[in-house]
């Protein structure tokens, strides 16, 4: 997805959310009790082990590739390469040798159609956009 189709909202920098500010004492007091509570049913339902084995994992190093010969592929001189044979040579050109077919007239733009006759060439020839 190209960003510079995106709106604003869609940014990939600023994540962060600021301090929440409530309207009075009671919301906040109330916003309060329902964090509690669902801390809380994380809790019984085991939810919050899985959170921290998460971080944990953020956390870890990140693994780094190397683009090396593996080892053990190393000693592989015993076994021989395929020796396929020669060489493939390049097809003749294709060539038409009939007489049948008289020339190749263009109808439309660039629509390449074979002419068999002279009434087909006049034909084609007197054909207007």
């Known amino acids: 997805m190209s960003m510079h189709l995106c709106g604003p909202a869609l940014t990939t920098t600023g ?5 929440v500010k409530f309207r009075n004492a009671t919301e906040a ?3 309060r009790q329902l964090d509690a509570e669902w801390k809380e049913l994380l809790k019984r339902q085991g939810i919050v082990a899985e959170e921290k084995k998460r971080k ?6 990140p693994l ?11 000693n592989t001189h015993h076994i021989p390469s ?3 044979g020669g060489v ?22 660039s629509n390449a159609v ?14 207007r956009r």
């Not at 994540?15 to 301090?19: I, T």
């Not at 190397?66 to 592929?73: A, E, M, Q, S």
């Not at 074979?114 to 054909?127: L, T």
Request: net charge positive; glycine share 6%.
């Open 29 to 31: 007091q109330r916003a």
């Open 88 to 109: 493939a040579v390049l097809a003749p050109a294709k060539i038409y040798t009939g007489t049948k077919v008289k020339g190749i007239a263009t109808m439309h733009k």
């Open 15 to 19: 994540k962060k959310k600021g301090k």
């Open 114 to 127: 074979p002419v068999f006759s002279d009434e087909e060439a006049i034909d084609i020839s007197k054909m």
């Open 82 to 84: 395929r020796d396929t």
């Open 56 to 61: 944990r994992a953020l956390a870890a190093e």
């Open 64 to 74: 780094v590739y190397k683009l090396d010969t593996p080892i053990g592929r190393t």
